[in-house]
């Protein structure tokens, strides 16, 4: 069985980089969440909005001009100082805040702060002169809320794909904050504890991009230009060709596109496989000399993973030119011609 999929681009703003960040950001936060209410740690949820009037909301742009504010001033970071002033005590540790927007692409804030049952209204406005804020106590009916809520995936506005990828922080720690469960979870096993796998996490691999430079729409379109390709036995091949198009083409000489599993599109060799190596030993076909008939594609299944894993396909790496475009001249082909195939089989 041969796995197809295109390049992920780790980033929030890229639509399935976006989910598995955000799973294991959820998975993370529900165990920094838990280890709190197990120790009777009193938490809130802040959020903290903007008024839209000194951004001119009527004219084109000010959804953009609010996030370059916020972040040239810094607001967020001025605003656990200044309740650090206020408590007259750091903060380290004990908070994680989430960029969001809302519909139309308006930015505000969601906090979550350990360790504080209260604090007064007066004082939070005091420290937020930008709009208003809501607050929440953290209890255990909404622990699990609260995670599942801070760390969901998408809603962002178009103009922040043109910003430097670098410039577009969606979360941020405080540091140390997760030192509590990762110091729980050393004492509880002793060993270095095993990267968790869903189907989520299973999208990303070492070739999976990390953007460093450029802007995040540059970053997500670079991505998309690179495929995966896998196979039973472990083999790898990164091909510049779009996932849709080597898919096509894979079709047409002779495999089959069975289903998908964890982001991947799963694509059976083991058909084209039997009928390849019939023809090199026998010639042409006639419909009663089907592989079929006579049980080889039961015997290539029974194969997969093996000889019939579809490696000459993963082969396929070793005659692109990294970073070209993939040439049309070594896209598979069907190796038998058209008049040659049984009909039933004939992928044309």
């Known amino acids: 069985m041969i796995r197809i999929r295109r390049q992920i681009c780790m980033s929030h703003l890229d639509p399935i980089g976006g989910r598995v960040l955000a799973s294991r950001a959820s998975k993370r936060l529900g165990r920094r969440l838990s280890h709190a209410r197990t120790h009777r740690e009193s938490g809130l949820f802040l959020s903290l909005t903007y008024d839209r009037q000194p951004y001119e909301p009527t004219v084109p742009g000010g959804q953009e001009r609010l996030w370059d504010t916020a972040q040239s001033e810094k607001h967020c970071p001025s605003f656990v100082e200044g309740l650090e002033s206020y408590l007259g005590r750091s903060l380290k540790g004990q908070w994680i805040r989430k960029a969001e927007f809302q519909h139309g692409g308006w930015l505000h804030y969601h906090i979550i702060l350990l360790g504080l049952d209260f604090i007064p209204h007066a004082a939070l406005k005091m420290c937020w002169p930008h709009g208003h804020i809501f607050v929440k106590r953290i209890n255990t009916k909404v622990a699990g809320y609260m995670a599942k809520y801070q760390a969901k995936a998408g809603g962002y506005p178009d103009f922040l794909y043109d910003k430097p990828v670098r410039s577009v922080k969606i979360w941020g720690t405080s540091p140390g904050f997760w030192s509590p469960i990762e110091d729980f979870e050393r004492k509880v096993s002793n060993i270095k504890r095993p990267r968790e796998k869903d189907s989520l996490d299973e999208l990303m691999d070492a070739y999976d991009l990390i953007p460093e ?95 019939a894993a579809g490696l000459h396909l993963i082969g396929l790496q070793d005659r692109i030119s990294s970073g070209e475009d993939m040439p049309e001249t070594v896209m598979p082909k069907c190796p038998i011609p058209r008049d040659d195939w049984p009909d039933e089989a004939a992928p044309f």
């Open 213 to 307: 430079r450029g802007t995040n729409r540059e970053a997500i379109d670079e991505a998309s230009k690179w495929t995966h390709v896998s196979d039973d036995n472990g083999n790898v091949a990164k091909l510049r060709v779009d996932s849709g198009t080597l898919i096509t083409l894979l079709h047409s000489s002779g495999c089959e596109v069975v289903g998908n599993a964890y982001g991947a599109v799963l694509v059976d060799a083991t058909l084209q496989d039997a009928i390849v190596a019939k023809y090199h030993t026998t010639g042409a076909y006639t419909q009663s000399q089907r592989p079929e008939d006579s049980g080889e594609v039961g015997s290539a299944h029974a194969e997969s993973g093996r000889e």
